[in-house]
């Protein structure tokens, strides 16, 4: 993460289309196993999805239960919380030219 990038603490489902479409790129897996945890300024224990574009680094308010049900609830994926391949393929085509996807693309193909 650079630090020089505001940081954003938003709903998942305030957020545009574009923005969602980008996130399940990244998270092709779902969300759960990729949320993270910090204690807010009043000790209240905060669970984000974090989320790098190329000007704001994102913090997307969820719980665990809410993660998993918002990819059960999506139908760009299949019954076992994978995005679907055309769906995958269909946003890397349409978002490849933003180096905040590509990059984040290419780290998960090195996996």
Request: glycine share 2%; no cysteine.
């Amino acid at each position: 993460m650079t630090n020089s990038k505001p940081k954003v603490i938003k709903d998942y489902n305030k957020l545009d289309k574009e923005l969602q479409e980008q996130i399940k790129l990244i998270y092709t897996d779902g969300f759960a196993d990729n949320l993270i945890h910090f204690f807010d300024k009043n000790g209240i224990k905060i669970t984000v999805l974090p989320f790098e574009t190329e000007d704001k680094y994102y913090m997307l308010r969820m719980t665990e239960n809410e993660a998993v049900t918002l990819i059960d609830n999506d139908d760009d994926y299949d019954d076992d919380g994978f995005l679907k391949n055309e769906v995958k393929q269909d946003y890397e085509d349409k978002y490849a030219e933003l180096d905040h996807i590509a990059d984040q693309i290419s780290d998960d193909d090195e996996d």
